[in-house]
Antibody, heavy 122, light 107 residues
Framework: EVQLLESGGGLAQPGGSLTLSCVASGFTFSTFALSWVRQAPGRGLEWVSAISGSGVTTFYADSVEGRFTISRDKSNNTLYLQLSSLGPEDTAVYYC???????????????WGQGTLVTVSP | DIQMTQSPSTLSASVGDRVTITCRAS??????LAWYQQKPGNAPKLLIY???SLESGVPSRFSGSGSGTEFILTISSLQPDDFATYYCQQYKTYSRTFGPGTKVDIK
């Protein structure tokens, strides 16, 4: 059974930083691309970033390019998202999502974690 | 970026009703469209991919159609478990975008 378990959310100051983690199980970690998708309170879904199965290729939404960094570690089956220069607009539940293929390019999300809430407030 | 729109934004229906939700893309995405269901407090769940392919384990009352710029999600007979918000998502480009969602609530 595929499982994705996020952690690391919490309260951050404007301009501050935070690192999110997602531990994956139930599939061969290096075979599939992974993404982060966020959802602001009461709002819709916004794709944030994707990383290929190998970790070599990454993509970012314009709204986070230069501020967020996605990475993955196959030694512990963990996906990361480093958030920096945070603003109130980054307040959201951040979901880790498995893609159907190896490539970080456009793809569907076939499994999702339960999400971790990031709140940016003074 | 490709913009996605959905209509209606809210839909009130009864158990047993046939429900249709429309999703439109700002440019052609061929059949690179997925549909997700999300219930309050839960993560989204994949229902349909490649516009009309039913994800494994999803009830057959869900179906998808369309290509190019206009797509439809149909629930043939609404069940109590189907009251939720539905999102379409294009995956033609790496900056995959979601529609704003359609909330299906109880009439």
């Amino acid at each position: 059974e595929v499982q994705l378990l996020e952690s690391g959310g919490g309260l951050a100051q404007p301009g501050g930083s935070l690192t999110l983690s997602c531990v994956a199980s139930g599939f061969t970690f290096s075979t599939f691309a992974l993404s982060w998708v966020r959802q602001a309170p009461g709002r819709g879904l916004e794709w944030v970033s994707a990383i290929s199965g190998s970790g070599v290729t990454t993509f970012y939404a314009d709204s986070v390019e230069g501020r967020f960094t996605i990475s993955r570690d196959k030694s512990n089956n963990t996906l990361y998202l480093q958030l920096s220069s945070l603003g109130p607009e980054d307040t959201a539940v951040y979901y880790c999502a498995k893609q159907r293929g190896f490539s970080a390019a456009a793809d569907i999300f076939d499994y999702w974690g339960q999400g971790t809430l990031v709140t940016v407030s003074p | 970026d490709i913009q996605m729109t959905q209509s209606p934004s809210t839909l009130s229906a009864s158990v047993g009703d046939r429900v249709t939700i429309t999703c439109r893309a700002s440019e052609t995405i061929k059949s690179w469209l997925a549909w997700y269901q999300q219930k309050p407090g839960n993560a989204p769940k994949l229902l349909i991919y490649k516009a009309s392919s039913l994800e494994s384990g999803v009830p057959s009352r869900f179906s998808g159609s369309g290509s190019g710029t206009e797509f439809i999600l149909t629930i043939s007979s609404l069940q109590p478990d189907d009251f939720a918000t539905y999102y379409c998502q294009q995956y033609k480009t790496y900056s995959r975008t979601f529609g704003p969602g359609t909330k299906v609530d109880i009439k």
